[in-house]
């Protein structure tokens, strides 16, 4: 095996472990619904190593959280997959071929709009046989807890990601893992405006989420 993809896998091993540790830590539910920091972790991996690499990983996580904390069985490993994959599938796949930090920022912009909609009909289409409820009870509560949940997760995942990947590229480029890539080069302070914009995303949509969104609503009350 050749050294650059051992070095590859030996990372994205560090990230799934690291993502399933922020799940375990920092995963609540609403409702069925579970919220979680993840994809944030295995978007660097896809915006690292590209969008196979965010796949693989966003299964190995999802295998994962079903053979220890989940409570919702094969559906809740089906559902974990295709949100973390669809996020890590965009993310990946746009910046493989814009390799820039408008680039990366605008690939977790899309992933966003991308999870939100897949989520919806993956609700419509796997939910009514996991709750035992019909398409049009699910399409119910499409406005008042799946768009705001899905919406609210993605951004908060999508700012985090935004947070979170300059630093840690700079850390691993430091020590030799990954290139310099100098159309990845922003000025200081459009990188502040960003991590600015970024957090306050992710306060604001938390505070909506919690707000809005409460563990009391069941699918079918």
Known sequence: MKKDKLTKISITSVFCALAFIMTVILRFNVAFLSFDFKDAILSIIALMYGPI????SAAIVAVLEFLSISDTGLYGLLMNFVSSATFVLIAGTIYKYKRSYTGAIAS?????????IVMMFANILITPYYMGVTVKDVINYIPTLLLPFNLCKALINAAATVVIYKPIRGVLKRAGIVPNDTNHQPNKIKTILTFVVATIIIIVTILILIKFLNGNIELGR
Not at 53 to 56: A, L, N, R
Not at 108 to 116: A, D, E, L, N, R
């Open 53 to 56: 690499y965010g796949i693989v």
């Open 108 to 116: 977790v912009c899309f992933s966003v709009i991308g999870v939100t």
